[in-house]
């Protein structure tokens, strides 16, 4: 069936609707946390009617998880961008560390949201969607491909590939963690330096560690 305009503006006012509501939801379950937020607050800061949102989104449950798939796709996304330059090891874990915290100090909401949640950014999302859990695999397994790239050159400590990844992961939340506990007041250079410095520090050998060209 052939779609009319009125169609296609109801559907383009449709999307500016549901990307005002998750941000407005966003928000909220940054300040409240998922338990205590209410729809009517997300209401009230939208400016829509509680109407309008359950005909976008039935549930909390349902503008939580539209949340997280968004967000979700947008890190991925970086991931994904971040493998396609085929940069070396370090070079690619650096740029890895600056593409999180650009874009955790850029949606601020987001990241007090995921924090609130309680949960290690390197477990898999519990509960989550198929989708939620593809994505959070993939992003794992380009970190894992960084690492096993340097360990096979020399570069990182010998270990385990999956958990030299968890690792990054855990310590790019825990710096996060505590740029929020302390008022969100350094800027993106002195978060991805004492992230490197850390990261340099656990995983990156030295030159008297490195194995000797024959």
């Keep these: 069936m052939r779609r009319t305009p009125r169609d296609e503006a109801r559907q383009a006012r449709t999307g ?10 966003e928000r909220v379950f940054a300040e409240r946390g998922f338990e205590a937020a209410k729809v009517q607050e997300i209401s009230q800061l939208a400016g829509l009617s509680m109407g309008t949102i359950y005909a ?53 909401a987001f990241l007090r949201m995921h924090l609130r949640s309680g949960t290690s950014w390197a477990m898999s999302p519990s509960p989550g969607t198929d989708e939620q859990i ?9 970190q894992a491909e960084v690492f096993r790239r340097g360990i096979a050159e020399g570069v990182f400590v010998k270990e385990d590939p999956g958990y030299l990844a968890r690792m990054f992961t855990v310590m790019d939340q825990v710096l996060l963690s505590d740029w929020v506990a302390g008022g969100m007041k350094a800027g ?16 990156c050998r030295g030159p008297e560690q490195r194995p000797r060209r024959s």
Aim: net charge positive; hydrophobic share 50%; charged share 30%.
């Design 16 to 25: 500016v609707y549901r990307q005002h509501i998750l941000e407005a939801a």
């Design 56 to 108: 976008i989104f039935p549930s909390k449950h349902d503008l939580h998880r539209a949340i997280l798939e968004v967000r979700g796709q947008e890190l991925l996304g970086l991931a994904r961008a971040v493998a396609a330059r085929r940069l070396p090891p370090r070079e690619a874990l650096r740029a890895l560390i600056e593409v999180y915290v650009d874009y955790f100090v850029a949606h601020p």
């Design 134 to 142: 593809e994505k959070w695999r993939e992003i794992h397994e380009l």
């Design 188 to 203: 993106c250079e002195e978060l991805v330096r004492r992230l490197g410095a850390m990261v340099e520090r656990a995983f």
